[in-house]
């Protein structure tokens, strides 16, 4: 199913990771009755299988962010923007990659998390991002309310088989790779995300054993409708 698509997360550095600001029940502007609601910001849309050259490069970092663009663009009402491979390659191409293979090794996901702060990716430039505390369930429903995250995980190649990564892909003995993926949806039984174009469905087991990463963006170009974006801004820095 997925054997022959590509990986391309390189490792992240969890010291690094812990100094991004966290966004908490606490000081995320979402009613906590609300973020107890499943969400998932693919609902009701026709789905897009662009697999944005994740299939022949480690693009993934680079295929998440354009795949968030490409959710949030018909959230805030602006469907007629259009995201392609070309934005996916243009960011790969920030961060190392010279079109060889030598260089089509993946990315860091924090390095690809500050890029996308000073550069714009798809000719949107985030505002500013947030580690979600992916252990904690209210932590990662409160954050998927706000919009959906990028999360890098540890694969194993029991995932390959599977659309659902759950328990005994977690358990799979052999590691496959790090890879990053779009996280969309979120309810108490699991979450959905996408990943080369197809739905990647995620357990509480899987996410707890295999992710290693979990970042919410903030653009105040492309945020839903009735978000608290001075908020979000403020908290980033610590206000």
């Given at each position: 199913?997925?054997?022959?698509?590509?990986?391309?997360?390189r490792?992240?550095?969890?010291?690094?990771?812990?100094?991004v600001v966290k966004l908490t029940p606490a000081n995320a502007?979402?009613?906590?009755?609300?973020?107890?609601?499943p969400k998932d910001w693919a609902l009701g849309r026709a789905w897009d299988d662009d697999v944005l050259?994740?299939?022949?490069?480690?693009?993934c970092g680079p295929a998440a962010v354009v795949n968030w663009l490409k959710m949030m663009a018909a959230a805030c009402g602006r469907d007629r923007l259009v995201f392609t491979v070309d934005?996916?390659?243009?960011?790969?191409?920030a961060l190392g990659w010279d079109g060889t293979d030598a260089t089509d090794t993946g990315v860091v996901l924090l390095d690809l998390m500050e890029h996308w702060t000073r550069h714009p990716i798809g000719g949107f430039q985030i505002d500013c991002f947030f580690v979600v505390g992916f252990g904690d369930a209210e932590h990662l429903a409160t954050a998927v309310q706000i919009a959906p995250l990028i999360v890098g995980a540890e694969l194993t190649t029991d995932c390959q088989n599977s659309?659902?990564?759950?328990?005994?892909?977690?358990?799979?003995?052999?590691?496959?790779?790090?890879?990053?993926?779009?996280?969309?949806?979120?309810?108490?039984?699991?979450g959905s995300g996408k990943s080369w174009g197809e739905p990647i469905y995620t357990t509480p087991p899987f996410r707890a054993q295999r992710w290693r990463e979990a970042y919410l963006p903030v653009c105040q170009e492309m945020m839903a409708p009735g978000t608290d974006v001075l908020r979000l801004l403020n908290v980033a820095k610590g206000l």
């Open positions: 199913m997925f054997s022959h698509l590509k990986l391309g997360l490792p992240h550095d969890p010291e690094r990771v812990g100094r502007p979402v009613d906590p009755l609300v973020s107890r609601t050259g994740n299939d022949v490069l480690g693009d934005d996916a390659r243009e960011a790969y191409r659309e659902t990564w759950g328990a005994p892909e977690a358990d799979g003995a052999q590691v496959w790779g790090g890879h990053a993926y779009l996280y969309h949806s979120d309810s108490p039984g699991g």
